[in-house]
């Protein structure tokens, strides 16, 4: 019975590691409605924790350019705000909306504020950098990004200074965007 019950408990933990799926974790938008990334279901996303006060903000160009590149084709960015870096965001959810429409035209998602790292990390960002993680190690910075395949599996991780036109990034997602 003992051999039995420890067969299915492996069986189990099995399955549970072969879904590696982050696309029913519970968030919210920027307007604060609740949400999932299972609404990008069979479309490709670049998560990204962003700031409006930092010296990689002006990376929102690039996102909003490669977001407009892609998006006809199954492709998304997802902004996640982010305040655990140098205060670099201190604003509230409208505040930031407000500062990414007027200063970089960002029509892409944006979602409520997160933690990315230490005891409040968001189980978005533990699913994708904890222990058990796809890309285990905190984010660094601000402007860390995550390209999510489209079965919403953790396909690449790409470090903060690496611009969203780099070539690494761009040929990430055409892989992502070709495959099956």
């Not at 998304?76 to 705000?81: D, H, I, S």
């Not at 990315?116 to 860390?144: C, I, R, S």
């Amino acid at each position: 019975m003992k051999s039995l019950l420890l067969s299915l408990l492996a069986i189990a933990s099995l399955s549970a590691a072969a879904d590696t799926s982050v696309q029913t974790i519970p968030l919210k938008d920027i307007d604060g409605k609740d949400t999932t990334l299972k609404a990008y279901e069979g479309k490709v996303v670049l998560v990204v924790n962003v700031a409006s006060r930092c010296g990689l903000t002006k990376q929102y160009k690039e996102l909003q350019a490669l977001h407009e590149k892609f998006k006809d084709q199954g492709f998304t960015v997802l902004g996640f705000p982010c305040n655990d870096f140098g205060a670099q965001e201190p604003g509230s959810n409208e505040e930031i909306k407000v500062f990414c429409t007027e200063k970089y035209n960002v029509s892409f998602p944006m979602f409520d504020k997160l933690h990315v790292k230490g005891a409040e990390q968001h189980p978005l960002y533990t699913a994708l950098t904890g222990k058990e993680g796809a890309f285990p190690g905190d984010v660094k910075w601000n402007f860390g990004k995550f390209l999510i395949g489209k079965d919403g599996k953790p396909l690449q991780r790409f470090e903060p200074k690496t611009t969203p036109d780099d070539i690494t990034v761009v040929s990430a997602i055409e892989k992502a965007l070709a495959a099956k």
